[in-house]
């Protein structure tokens, strides 16, 4: 038996994970890679925030954007992306929560 999810239970995991990414921001930057550059990601994040290195700093901006290019990269390239989610990647459009058809 396989187990598929009705489009209402597809809306309701995306609307969840898009109110727990409003909440804390930081899972904006986490979500879509390997667990190494999560945390490489996370460790500089919390470390700026309470001003133990300056990530206005060019060297500390240029390893975060490294890493966020890791991060983006892991998802694009992922086994377990789907390759709608992988063409809609190729093909942008403006930016809507829901499309109503």
């Known amino acids: 038996m396989s187990h598929s ?4 239970q597809f809306f309701q995991e995306a ?3 898009q109110k727990l990414a409003d909440n804390d921001p930081i899972y904006q930057k986490l979500a879509g ?4 550059v999560s945390n490489s990601i996370g460790v500089l994040m919390i470390l700026g925030q309470h001003k133990v290195i300056d990530l206005e700093d060019p060297s500390m901006a240029l390893i975060l954007d490294i890493l966020d290019v890791q991060r983006k990269s892991a998802f694009a390239t992922s086994e377990k992306t789907n390759e709608i989610t992988k063409m809609g990647l190729q093909m942008p459009k403006a930016e809507y929560i829901v499309d109503k058809y």
């Open 15 to 17: 609307s969840l994970s």
């Open 33 to 36: 890679t390997d667990r190494k």
């Open 5 to 8: 999810r009705t489009k209402y």
